[in-house]
Each structure stands twice: as C-alpha cells, then as structure tokens.
C-alpha cells in the first residue's frame, strides 16, 4: 500500500482544523470533531505498564479505505501505548467469519473492543455478552442496532450520500434517470447511503427517477455484473452513484467495457487508485471521501477514553467532502485521500 507524501504529512491538520462541504444552498454539511489528541505522554505510559490490549475486528481488508482505517488505528495505539490488534474477514459479505472473528477477540479477555458491523443486528448477542463481561465496545465506521456501544466514530452517511445526490441533480440538470450500487442492505453504512441518497432525490428532485438499487456486496467483479445489466435494461439512464469503493469500481469498469462514459454522470465514494485515476481522466466527475485514517485513530482514542472512565459522545463525527478534477489536490482533500 502506497500512501502519498503529503497524506502522511497532513494527517494531522485534520485534528485541528474543521473540514467543511458546500455545493448549494440545500447541501448538507459535515464537520468533523478531531480537535485534539486524548492521549499524553503519562497516559500511554499507564496504558503501557497495564498492558491494555484493543482488538479491531473491521468489516474486510478487500479495500484499500481498511487498510487506511488500519494506519490511524496504528498511530492512535502509538500514541496511547496500548496493543491494538486489527482484522477484517476477507470480504465484506462473510458475516459468519466476522462473528468468528469477534467471538475469538472476546475469548482473549480483552480491555476494550472496536467493531465495524457487516451486519447491524447479527453481533448484538456478543456484544451483550461484551457488555456483561465489562469490556467496552467501540464502533467505527458501521454501527449497530444497539446502545452497547460507548460510542461510533463513524461518517454521517445519510448527509454524505445526500450531498451525492444534490452534486448527480446538478450534473444531469435536475432530471432523467439513474441508478444506485451499494455494498449491502446490513451494514449501517450500506442503509444509510442509500436512504440518504434516495431520500434526496425523491424530497428535492421530482423530475429525477431511480430506475434501480442493487447491492453488489462490495465485490467489484459482482458489482461490475449489476453495473452493465443495468445500464443495458436502461438505455436513457443518465447517472450512476456506487456507495462504496468495490461499488464504484464496479460500475466504471462496467461504464468502460460499454464504453457510455459521454452518456453518464458518475459519482463514487471512498478513493483508492482507480477511483482517483477516473477522476483525474474524466471517466468520473467525483466521490465522497470520507476521513478513514480519523475513524481508525478516533476508534482506538475513544476505546482508551472509555476505559479511563471519560464521557464520550455517542457519536464521533469524523467528517466527508466531495472532491472532483477541479479540487482533487487541494490539501485538505489529499488529506483524507488513500491510494
């Protein structure tokens, strides 16, 4: 994995600086909350001496956003002096393997746990069982259906995927046809991006129909599948959004192979290599990117918090901004971007 320069460099403006996104009047808006650093010097000398381990159990490592979550998850465990563990089944459809995954981390008696759901409900019987057990769980990037966890550093995904929609009305001119792949309908990052993005459309854009959502499992070569069949059943479709990065990449390679690039509006999420080359080539007009290197390092910040017996917010918002061709390297966007 190959992380530029000034996205090392950067990382830590995003603790001092707010990050903020406009497109229009209607847009939402997201400012992230990492003002500061938790942990001194004398607290990660006390974790160090107590040995606090934190085990992550993320959603898969198929993406290279996992592998950003994975780096600030590193540096927050640095910097608080604890053990921090991170794993992921290898792709975001293995629900079973990742409750494996979390069973196993339980069974090591650990000091506190980070989880990122592939299912919102399906880990809550071992989460209660980290709940009576006194473990405190931490959330990042996809919550549960539940209020075991202590906290979620996770994207607003409904105002994030609602700024998607408003950037896809303005680009096809407020109306036609479009379509929507998402990784999956379990995860609270899957619902949310879809409903936010859904949602938009039918309240602020009534001349705009989505002709068709399908979930591809954030596999790209099943995403590519859905992608093409859907472009082929509507020949007038006039925008695709993909909800994540394995969903994206789906529907360009779809776009390509079909070769419908001039017909269509794109709009991705995350980044990673491919994403940003579209966009810099023009195949795609822009993403969201989220702040993954904050989710992880908010994740591991907040499970030490928790463990020192601090109030924490139930959600830890760490921010999302569009990018395109005409600001994909502007600082604050290379900041949050991975490849």
Not at 33 to 48: D, F, G, H, L, S
Not at 158 to 186: F, N, R, S, Y
Request: one cysteine or more; a negative charge.
């Amino acid at each position: 994995m190959k992380f530029s320069l000034k996205f090392l460099t950067l990382f830590a403006l995003l603790f001092v600086f707010a990050l903020a996104v406009s497109a229009q009047d209607a847009t939402p808006e997201a400012t992230p909350e990492m003002v500061e650093k938790y942990c001194t010097p004398e607290i990660a000398a006390e974790n160090q001496a107590a040995g606090i381990t934190i085990p992550m159990i993320s959603k898969g490592f198929q993406h290279q956003f996992w592998q950003a979550v994975r780096l600030g998850a590193e540096q927050a465990a640095e910097d608080c002096g604890v053990i921090m563990t991170f794993e992921g089944p290898e792709n975001e459809s293995q629900v079973d393997r990742q409750m494996d995954m979390l069973q196993a981390a339980l069974d090591l008696e650990p000091d506190a746990i980070g989880f990122a759901a592939l299912d919102s409900q399906a880990a809550i019987p071992l989460l209660e069982r980290a709940q009576e057990e006194g473990i405190p769980v931490v959330g990042f990037d996809s919550g549960v259906d539940s209020d075991i966890p202590v906290t979620t550093a996770t994207t607003d995904n409904v105002a994030a995927a609602a700024l998607a929609a408003d950037v896809m009305a303005e680009l096809i001119g407020g109306e036609g046809e479009v379509a929507v792949i998402a990784h999956d309908q379990t995860s609270r990052t899957g619902i949310d991006r879809v409903n936010g993005f859904v949602n938009r459309i039918e309240e602020a854009y009534p001349d705009i129909t989505i002709v068709d959502v399908q979930y591809g499992g954030g596999d790209q070569l099943r995403s590519t599948d859905l992608a093409r069949s859907i472009i082929l059943a509507h020949p007038e479709l006039k925008g695709f959004f993909g909800a994540n990065e394995g969903s994206i990449i789906g529907v360009l390679n779809a776009v390509s192979e079909l070769d419908v690039a001039d017909q269509l509006a794109i709009i991705g999420y995350d980044s990673g290599a491919q994403q940003i080359e579209a966009i810099r080539s023009g195949l795609q007009d822009g993403a969201i990117t989220q702040n993954p290197i904050g989710i992880g390092y908010k994740a591991v910040e907040a499970a030490v918090m928790a463990l020192r017996g601090e109030e924490i917010e139930p959600v830890i918002d760490t921010g999302f901004m569009y990018y395109n061709a005409d600001n994909i390297d502007d600082e604050e966007i290379v900041a949050v971007l991975y490849q």
